[in-house]
């Protein structure tokens, strides 16, 4: 499927947030909203390209099957139709970009940014040549509606945490503090290590940064209060410094969290470590299950989605060994927000990723096992086997909350969770550039987005 631009719709699991307003159930008995789904950054297996940065409108219309078992399955009762697409621009107006950051040099500015990460190109950036141009480069990875109809975006290349206007542009960057900014050779440096698909021979020395975030595990989740006042961002797993190097000790993740209550100031108020879950790879080997989401409750409560990697529809593996949907809590986990901490180099583990003795973590509770055969069953859907249309994808990476009908229905704690998967663009008919661009994924694959929805009670 092709936006109204021309280009293909994408990995639009990157993240979700559904207008909890447009949210309703209708007289036929089904349900029907509007979710705001992400597509990260273009064609993540050969390279990055200058896939203009941008969210998709896309309606929801659900038909509840009760009655599914594995013996008489369901048939697909979940109904996406595209309904329109924001582009992304940087405050001056200039189109943002998915090319991976400069290494190294000076950073785009404007009046009232911090330095934002910055990629230099030859042409258009698809490869053709050209003068040389430079844009504000974006991974995006997650999102929040705001109150007043804004978009704030978790970012990876930096980490920053953007907010976008209604029709896309630029209104705000957040840079966290020092200890999650990326330094190569003891300077700044947003890259990521992904070149882009027309100079995929470039290297990038060292590969991974000596400090700050690891390539490609910046702000993965990013969830606004019910209430429109706090905002939280969680990494995808653990700082350079804090064993972030290594998929085994990545563990220890910062979970930072702001005031947005007033529209003319934002406030650094909390800083918290989640220990991550740990799961086992097809080797035997045990590893770090690394966050690919979180979505607010209440409080001081949120959802994470924690998972493997490398295994599902469009990889190689197809039995995925560890993916959940859990619960943790920052009520009793030490604040570690200091000076100390946070500088740069700053770190609450060692390189092993052994927490220090006096931090408190979150606590941590498993919920939701994606993976449960007898469930998947129910709809048609497997983990491993075969490459069709019910293996899962590999990856799962959003979390949309909406209630099942919060004023009659058991007190307002019963709700549906959306997930949706992100098909990383992969697929054998793509187009970028506006339409002007085509590639095909080199996996020979043709994933479609899957979206699972799950009826669940939350406590009060």
Partial sequence: MHDRHGDTLGGIGSSVAIEQESW??????????IAWCLPDRGWNRDGTLNFQNRVHKIGLKLTL?????????????????????ILFTGPDGTPTT??????????????GFPELPTATYPGDGFGSDGPVNRRVAVDCESLGLGPDGTFWIGDEYGPY?????????????????????????????????????YDKKRVIEPEKPESGRNNNQGFEGLSISHDGKMLYALLQSALAQEGGKKKKTRRQTRLIVYDISDPGRIEYVQEHIVSLPLCKEH???????????????KGNQLLILARDSDAGGGSEET????????????SNATNIKSDHYDK????????????????????????ININDSSELARFKLHNGGDHDSGLLNEKWESLGLVPVDAENSNNGKDYFLFCLSDNDFITQHGRMNFGKFEYADSSGYELDNQVLVFHLTLPT
């Fill in 24 to 33: 309703k159930k209708n007289e036929d008995g089904t349900y029907s909203g």
């Fill in 65 to 85: 099957k009760l009655n599914a078992s594995a013996e008489h399955p369901s048939d697909k009762n979940l109904e996406l139709e595209y309904l329109d697409t």
């Fill in 283 to 297: 080797d035997g080997d045990k590893v770090v299950a690394g966050n690919s989401d979180i979505l607010h409750i």
């Fill in 161 to 197: 945490i953007y907010q976008f206007s209604q029709d896309g542009k630029m209104l705000r960057a957040i840079r966290p503090p020092d200890a999650y900014i990326p330094h190569r050779n003891d300077k700044v440096s947003f890259s990521s290590a992904s070149p882009p698909i």
């Fill in 344 to 367: 740069k180099g700053g770190a609450i583990a060692n390189e092993k990723g052994d927490l220090l003795n006096d931090i408190v973590p979150a606590q941590y509770f498993p919920f």
């Fill in 319 to 330: 039995l995925s060994l560890f993916r959940q949907i859990d619960i943790f809590d920052i």
């Fill in 98 to 111: 998915s090319l991976d950051a400069d290494v190294s040099g000076s950073c785009l500015s404007y009046d």
